[in-house]
């Protein structure tokens, strides 16, 4: 929180050759020096992770900021292993393109953004759910998707069971999943045989399907709108 916009643009330009992880949370860095930042230390990094919060007069869904961001990651980050950052509507062809040149992502948390925390937000991504599967890399096995993606039965299962051919080991969902939702990746746990944690945030689903998922996948956590744990 103390860092200051001066400071970051002072570090964005340095050459740090064995630098792994870059993190900014609580903070508002200005687009243009992480662009920078990650454009000169991209290839030595493994872990990024960016809490975005937009600067005033920044906040306005057409900016185009954070979109170069991504497009920042996406060049110049090839052996990114870890991965968390939010995902706004606008992104998802930043996003795509992320994905297929990021090759050796085995953690990927798709978060949400400043911009999307009103309650009853969302965006629809039936048209890129199952598309991402053709392209997320074979090495992931977490996935968590946290930003407000609104998907359908169908989109969901096409996604799992026939375009993704990841492993997915530990899958996080949020919102906007029911109990449909729920029996689909239950099928996918049942039929893979790889996943063993579900992370689901203030999702509407109910006990009794809960437990019937729970007869497949080991660790079932459920968060409610507050982040209080619920059966």
């Known amino acids: 929180m103390p860092l200051r916009e001066d400071d970051l643009l002072t570090l964005a330009t340095a050459s740090f050759p064995h630098l792994r992880k870059l993190v900014f949370t609580r903070c508002k860095p200005p687009p243009i020096a992480l662009v920078t930042m990650i454009t000169t230390n991209g290839l030595s990094l493994r872990e990024f992770i960016l809490t975005w919060q937009c600067n005033e007069g920044a906040g306005k869904r057409s900016n185009p900021r954070h979109t ?4 920042a990651i996406a060049y110049n980050c ?5 991965l968390d950052v939010p995902v706004e509507s606008k992104d998802l062809e930043e996003l795509y393109q992320l994905l297929r040149n990021c090759t050796k992502l085995v953690s990927l948390t798709i978060n949400t953004s400043a911009n999307d925390n009103k309650e009853d937000f969302y965006y629809p991504v039936d048209h890129f759910l199952p598309a991402m599967g053709f392209v997320i890399p074979n090495t992931l096995n977490r996935l968590k998707i946290f930003a407000p993606w609104k998907f359908s039965v169908e989109s969901l299962q096409k996604f799992l069971l026939e375009t993704c051919k990841a492993q997915i080991k530990c899958m996080g969902l949020y919102r906007w999943v029911k109990d449909e939702h729920l029996a689909v990746v239950t099928r996918y746990a049942k ?3 790889c996943l063993r944690i579900l992370i689901l ?3 509407e689903t109910t006990y009794p399907v ?3 998922a729970r007869e497949t996948i080991v660790d079932l ?8 744990r619920i059966e």
């Open 68 to 71: 170069r961001v991504l497009q």
């Open 78 to 82: 090839p052996n990114l292993t870890y």
């Open 191 to 193: 039929e893979k045989k």
């Open 201 to 203: 945030h203030w999702c």
């Open 210 to 212: 809960r437990k019937k």
């Open 221 to 228: 956590q459920v968060f409610d709108s507050i982040g209080r």
